[in-house]
């Protein structure tokens, strides 16, 4: 199998790329990440020169190179965790959250409809249903109220990935 990982220079995506080189041993990596605040090579140098694994310094937003990128690597899944993801960052500048968020997974969406990828994992947050005051808890009826423009912007994300794959 073939995957593309966004975002997998961050924490999160950083220690899924390793666990799955680790424990799927049939699975192709292509990490594609913007290198921004969020993320650091150093989070992979022990498994940079794994052939199962290479990363390509991409925006999620610019559509020429990950188009070329999906033509290069044939993935056969997305797990897409690529965000700006920092709430008072948002909070006092909203736009790059948006960019991302929003034309990013859109962007994502459209490239890998055109190269024939049909397994696409979108990686959300809770912060899409707002503050939950204890013992409340939140499950997948629970309605969306973002509160910061990086919560509006995941959660608008969220519903491009349902309508491109509903």
Do not use: C
């Not at 008072?88 to 962007?107: C, M, W, Y």
Request: zero cysteines; charged letters at 15%.
């Amino acid at each position: 199998m073939r995957l593309i990982i966004t975002g997998g220079l961050g924490f999160i995506g950083s220690n899924l790329i390793r666990w799955i080189l680790k424990e799927q041993p049939h699975v192709e990596i292509l990490n594609i990440d913007a290198w921004t605040y969020a993320g650091n090579p150093a989070n992979l140098a022990d498994v940079a020169d794994t052939q199962r694994y290479q990363w390509q310094q991409i925006s999620i937003t610019d559509e020429g190179p990950l188009d070329a990128a999906f033509g290069e690597f044939q993935p056969d899944a997305v797990m897409h965790l690529a965000a700006e993801s920092h709430v008072d960052r948002s909070i006092a500048a909203g736009l790059p959250f948006v960019v991302t968020n929003v034309v990013g997974t859109q962007t994502l969406l459209e490239v890998s409809r055109r190269h024939g990828v049909s397994r696409f994992l979108h990686v959300s947050t809770d912060e899409v249903y707002g503050s939950a005051v204890p013992p409340m808890r939140f499950t997948e009826e629970t309605p969306i109220q973002p509160s910061s423009p990086y919560s509006a912007s995941k959660a608008g994300s969220d519903m491009l990935a349902l309508a491109a794959y509903a």
